[in-house]
């Protein structure tokens, strides 16, 4: 995938702490791989008066495996103005089977019928004659109305089969890609962003990936590193007068073993995440977060043994680990605005959403002493 040339958090000196891994992505925990598929159409299409401006991520751990590898998960509804499939197993079998998908509000249901497709597929060769078969993959939205035509109902199963066609691992692509496409953070253009970190339980290292589609907040919300740069940043465009209409959707997977019901604490802490960034969760936000371990694979249920063997952290030790969660998922919200671009303004729009401005922030957070630039005082 196409990394964005724009420069991320910490290249614009924003002094986010924490050690990341290669990446500063999600992927930087071994096996998963993230696909987008964008689709921008600045004219409407034959019927419609608005632009297309949508598409679908995908996210799939244990990605090299000829097989469905189910993975423990946990699952946090801080606002539940939205919606992410899958959740009631995850709460009650403490696992999902397959891809993570995040697109618009109006396209999940054919994002989840492309993608129980595609697994069909892609793992056809393992499944044996009389195997009853159950599929039922993730799959998370937030409302990109604002932007592009959601009510032509643009996504296809063409699209989300494209996302999961496209997975790769390495560098992911941030701000209007995939799902995040026409999304909207505190005013300014938003989307899909990712960040992680490393850290030590025991004498070995450990990593925690996060990617999140942002389509949150409020403009006089904006807090970066602590600094309240939506105060500094108001203007009178229509942009910046945007209530809270929108949601997050938080994926944080690790490598470090971790049981179903850890994991969900562990999703918990998106919430405070997502708070450093100034959202105090509005009512019309759907914030829901995922968190999933790639560790401890096991068979699907019905050909694994009666018994199952499970690795899982002391607790004494996850402190650090959800330091690190609130971390990446801070630090990724604000990737995602940053490698936004412009959006809307032309004669079919109901608004132009800009990308917030970086020599603007760059000035804001000197002002405070917040920047790696700034002086020491």
Same mark, same amino acid.
């Given at each position: 995938?196409?990394?964005?040339?724009?420069?991320?958090?910490?290249?614009?000196?924003? !002094?986010?702490?924490?050690?990341?891994?290669?990446?500063?992505?999600?992927?930087?925990?071994?096996?998963?791989?993230?696909?987008?598929?964008?689709?921008?159409?600045?004219?409407?299409?034959?019927?419609?008066?608005?632009?297309?401006?949508?598409?679908?991520?995908?996210?799939?751990?244990?990605?090299?495996?000829?097989?469905?590898?189910?993975?423990?998960?946990?699952?946090?509804?801080?606002?539940?103005?939205?919606?992410?499939?899958?959740?009631?197993?995850?709460?009650?079998?403490?696992?999902?089977?397959?891809?993570? *998908?995040?697109?618009?509000?109006?396209?999940?249901?054919?994002?989840?019928?492309?993608?129980?497709?595609?697994?069909?597929?892609?793992?056809?060769?393992?499944?044996?004659?009389?195997?009853?078969?159950?599929? *039922?993959?993730?799959?998370?939205?937030?409302?990109?109305?604002?932007?592009?035509?959601?009510?032509?109902? !643009?996504?296809?199963?063409?699209?989300?089969?494209?996302?999961?066609?496209?997975?790769?691992?390495? !560098?992911?692509?941030?701000?209007?890609?995939?799902?995040?496409?026409?999304?909207?953070?505190?005013?300014?253009?938003?989307?899909?962003?990712?960040?992680?970190?490393?850290?030590?339980?025991?004498?070995?290292?450990?990593?925690?990936?996060?990617?999140?589609?942002?389509?949150?907040? #409020?403009?006089?919300?904006?807090?970066?590193?602590?600094?309240?740069?939506?105060?500094?940043?108001?203007?009178?465009?229509?942009?910046?007068?945007?209530?809270?209409?929108?949601?997050?959707?938080?994926?944080?997977?690790?490598?470090?073993?971790?049981?179903?019901? #850890?994991?969900?604490?562990?999703?918990?802490?998106?919430?405070?995440?997502?708070?450093?960034?100034?959202?105090?969760?509005?009512?019309?936000?759907?914030?829901?977060?995922?968190?999933?371990?790639?560790?401890?694979?096991? !068979? *699907?249920?019905?050909?694994?043994?009666?018994?199952?063997?499970?690795?899982?952290?002391?607790?004494?030790?996850?402190?650090?680990?959800?330091?690190?969660?609130?971390?990446?998922?801070?630090?990724?919200?604000?990737?995602?605005?940053?490698?936004?671009?412009?959006?809307?303004?032309?004669?079919?729009?109901?608004?132009?959403?800009?990308?917030?401005?970086?020599?603007?922030?760059?000035?804001?957070?000197?002002?405070?002493?917040?920047?790696?630039?700034?002086?020491?005082?």
């Amino acid at each position: 995938m196409t990394h964005t040339a724009k420069p991320r958090a910490r290249a614009l000196g924003l !002094p986010f702490t924490g050690r990341t891994g290669p990446f500063n992505a999600i992927t930087d925990v071994e096996g998963i791989t993230v696909g987008f598929r964008t689709i921008v159409e600045e004219t409407p299409r034959p019927g419609r008066k608005l632009p297309v401006r949508t598409g679908v991520t995908a996210i799939l751990p244990h990605s090299e495996s000829p097989t469905p590898v189910p993975v423990y998960a946990g699952v946090h509804r801080f606002n539940g103005n939205g919606e992410m499939t899958g959740t009631h197993w995850i709460e009650d079998g403490g696992t999902f089977l397959g891809p993570v *998908m995040i697109t618009s509000t109006h396209g999940v249901g054919i994002t989840h019928h492309a993608t129980i497709r595609w697994m069909l597929e892609r793992y056809a060769s393992t499944y044996e004659v009389g195997d009853f078969l159950w599929l *039922m993959p993730v799959v998370a939205e937030t409302y990109d109305g604002v932007l592009s035509d959601i009510n032509g109902m !643009p996504v296809t199963e063409a699209d989300a089969r494209a996302a999961l066609e496209n997975l790769s691992s390495g !560098p992911v692509a941030e701000g209007n890609c995939g799902g995040g496409t026409g999304m909207i953070a505190y005013g300014f253009k938003g989307g899909t962003g990712t960040a992680s970190r490393v850290v030590t339980v025991g004498d070995k290292d450990y990593t925690i990936g996060t990617l999140v589609q942002a389509n949150h907040g #409020q403009r006089d919300w904006l807090t970066v590193c602590g600094v309240p740069v939506g105060k500094h940043l108001q203007d009178n465009t229509p942009q910046s007068q945007l209530k809270e209409r929108g949601s997050i959707i938080v994926v944080i997977a690790t490598d470090l073993p971790m049981a179903p019901h #850890q994991l969900k604490r562990l999703a918990r802490r998106a919430a405070i995440g997502i708070g450093r960034n100034g959202t105090p969760g509005g009512n019309n936000s759907g914030d829901i977060f995922l968190a999933f371990s790639t560790a401890n694979p096991q !068979p *699907m249920a019905h050909r694994a043994p009666a018994l199952l063997a499970l690795d899982m952290v002391n607790d004494e030790h996850l402190d650090p680990v959800y330091l690190a969660a609130v971390e990446s998922v801070e630090e990724a919200v604000v990737n995602a605005m940053l490698a936004a671009k412009d959006s809307g303004g032309t004669p079919h729009d109901r608004l132009r959403v800009d990308a917030i401005r970086h020599d603007e922030l760059v000035a804001v957070m000197k002002r405070y002493g917040r920047h790696a630039d700034a002086p020491v005082t």
